[in-house]
């Protein structure tokens, strides 16, 4: 009975993946809609699948250009484009000079992180450094903005008073705090934000429309800690002054980790909505929040659904076709039709397969990089993670799907810093490729899917060509946030630069 599968010439590739188990009884109800389903067999949605996502130069061209003219556009006034394009009032950046004792606080996702750094200059850089990670309790994700803020000030509290001796401030002069708070927030200072909402399973009562740095400082006091915040930065801008301190050449920071964000040093005067501000150095660094972009991006039916079912449809479009949080749950969504139109994973469709998020991009991460022959490792995470038996070709397909969305993601995170130096280098000629560049590149998702930055660097290098692209390096800097961070409070220090 060729109803099982579309083609002869689909069996031949795929025979062994298509069970024909199902049509040993029509008696059961769902073995009757298995062999109906059957008629679509898996290798159209495969090939489909790679069509939707193709990502070939035009269309990464297309997306670098559309990219540089949103940026524009956003810089111009506020709401102007799809990206907020957020001035971070960051307008010093590192030099490797700085001097003394710093405190670092990174709020950005169920941890929370407290650092202190002793800065010796140009010489000694980094003497010492020590940090501490909590998790935050489920609970106060869902309580006042007055209990979150007492927690973290206590936290903070317990960490300064284990301060050893290697760690040194000059007497009266108050311990100074870097604030990484990755949520978004429109930036009023460099040390004064107002929250705009929540995030990432957060919903806080009392923090929206308030200076999220005015509640750290009032936690403070109420623990009677003398400390002040002297920057409030977004984990991207940390990255990039964390990058910064090491390499002048870093002009731009991307994270690709549970979401994405980017940000770059752009020209005062390239800021027309800023116009008021003045910058000492004529420069700042803009968080773009790029996330949200959504020109020209190659989608498929899995993305349009995925994005229909989610807490924020229509928004956050490029996070949602390049970031963490979501590839493993596209994969998973691909799958399920998979499974439901053929017999890929044998004749019935597990519960856990049909749950949203199960299967994350760890996952299909750790799926790629199977070098067995039969795929063992596949086989045991399909069933381990998704409940569901396979053979060696099901897995095989598995592979290319996840194979699939890891290099539309790369490639699409790729043109996408690709547009953001195309931009600055039209407002300055020989600014970026005129000489050597740093991206500097964070996130857990660029650390540990080598397919993945290994697409995403092939992408820059085919927009650019051979002879540009050697001028640009992207470079991986591990929490790069939290001393960047510190540092950032070091370049806005009430006491002045200490060098
Ligand atoms: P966050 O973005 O939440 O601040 P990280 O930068 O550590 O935290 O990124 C965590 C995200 O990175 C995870 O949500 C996951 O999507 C991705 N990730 C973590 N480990 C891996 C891995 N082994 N392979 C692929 N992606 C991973
Ligand atoms: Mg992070």
Redesign the pocket.
């Known amino acids: 009975m060729s109803v099982t599968v579309g083609s002869p010439g689909v069996r031949s590739i795929y025979g062994s993946a298509i069970s024909a188990k199902a049509l040993g009884s029509f008696s059961r109800p769902r073995v009757i809609m298995a062999v109906q389903s059957n008629v679509i067999s898996v290798a159209p949605i495969l090939t489909k699948l790679k069509e939707d996502c193709a990502t070939p130069l035009p269309v990464l061209r297309h997306l670098a250009a559309a990219m540089a003219s949103v940026m524009r556009a956003g810089l111009a006034v506020d709401g102007g484009s799809d990206l907020p394009m957020i001035p971070s009032y960051v307008d010093a950046l590192p030099t490797g000079n700085e001097k003394g004792l710093f405190y670092a606080l990174d709020l950005?996702?169920t941890n929370f992180r407290v650092l202190r750094v002793q800065l010796g200059g140009k010489e000694e850089r980094v003497i010492a450094t020590e940090f501490e990670q909590v998790s935050i309790p489920p609970e106060l994700m869902f309580g006042t903005s007055e209990e979150l803020f007492d927690f973290i000030a206590s936290v903070l509290a317990k960490f300064a008073e284990k301060e050893g001796g290697e760690f040194n401030l000059p007497d009266c002069q108050t311990r100074e705090i870097g604030f990484t708070f990755?949520f978004p927030v429109k930036q009023t200072s460099v040390d004064s934000g107002i929250l705009i909402k929540w995030t990432k399973g957060f919903a806080v009562s009392g923090t929206a429309g308030k200076d999220v740095v005015a509640c750290l400082n009032e936690a403070m006091q109420r623990q009677g800690l003398n400390m002040r915040v002297s920057a409030l930065v977004n984990?991207t801008v940390g990255t990039l002054a964390g990058a910064r301190y090491w390499d002048d050449d870093v002009m731009v920071a991307v994270?690709l980790?549970?979401?994405t964000n980017a940000c770059y040093v752009e020209r005062k005067d390239a800021i027309p909505k800023l116009q008021s501000h003045n910058s000492t150095s004529g420069g700042m660094i803009i968080n773009t929040e790029w996330g949200a972009f959504s020109n020209g991006l190659p989608l498929t039916e899995f993305d349009r659904e995925m994005d229909a079912d989610s807490i924020n449809p229509g928004e956050q479009i490029f996070e949602k076709t390049i970031?963490?949080?979501y590839?493993?749950e596209i994969v998973r969504r691909v799958l399920l039709k998979m499974a439901r139109a053929s017999e890929l994973f044998g004749d019935s469709i597990s519960e856990k397969l049909l749950t949203p998020f199960m299967l994350?991009?760890?996952d299909i991460?750790?799926m790629q990089q199977d070098t067995s022959e039969d795929l063992e490792v596949v086989g045991t995470i399909l069933l381990d993670v998704v409940g569901v038996s396979s053979n060696a070709s099901a897995r095989q397909i598995v592979v290319e799907v996840c194979d699939t969305i890891a290099k539309r993601g790369g490639r699409l995170a790729g043109a996408g810093i690709v547009g953001i130096l195309e931009k600055m280098e039209e407002d300055s000629e020989g600014l970026i490729f005129g000489k050597r560049t740093v991206v500097a590149m964070?996130?857990?998702?660029y650390?540990?899917?080598p397919q993945?930055r290994t697409y995403l660097q092939e992408a820059v290098q085919e927009l650019l060509g051979p002879q540009t692209s050697t001028n640009i390096v992207i470079e991986h800097t591990k929490d790069g946030s939290g001393i960047g961070a510190a540092l950032l409070a070091a370049a806005n220090s009430k006491y002045g630069h200490h060098f």
């Open positions: 950005g996702g990755s984990d994270i980790g549970t979401g970031s963490g949080m590839l493993g994350r991009t760890p991460c750790a964070d996130g857990g998702l650390e540990h899917y993945y």
